[in-house]
């Protein structure tokens, strides 16, 4: 199923908007530069931001690369592994008591 989303740059072009503005919103709120963990979801709002323009300005492009991203068998395991650990991080900071 992902492959086949890759294989269709609307879908790309599409799927730049939410991200796109959700990363516009992150930023907006929560431009904060300053040392400690929190920088972190300010990072990840500038690449929400900078990925939702690419997917936009570029989705033919994009759709190639992803294509070939996803044709490789380990790429898929680590991303998933990674988004698992950052969002686990953000879930123990955001809710731990203090």
């Known amino acids: 199923m992902v492959d086949q989303a890759f294989h269709n ?48 300005l570029f989705p033919t492009r994009l759709a190639e690369i992803a294509t070939k991203a996803v044709q490789t068998a380990s790429v898929m395991p680590i991303a998933a592994l990674l988004i698992l650990v950052i969002g686990a991080f953000l879930s123990f900071k955001a809710y731990r008591r203090e």
């Open 9 to 56: 740059p609307a879908l790309v072009f599409v799927s730049g908007y939410p991200l796109f503005v959700s990363g516009l919103a992150i930023v907006y709120f929560h431009n904060q530069w300053k040392g400690g963990w929190p920088v972190v979801v300010t990072a990840l709002g500038w690449l929400a931001v900078l990925s939702g323009l690419l997917r936009i």
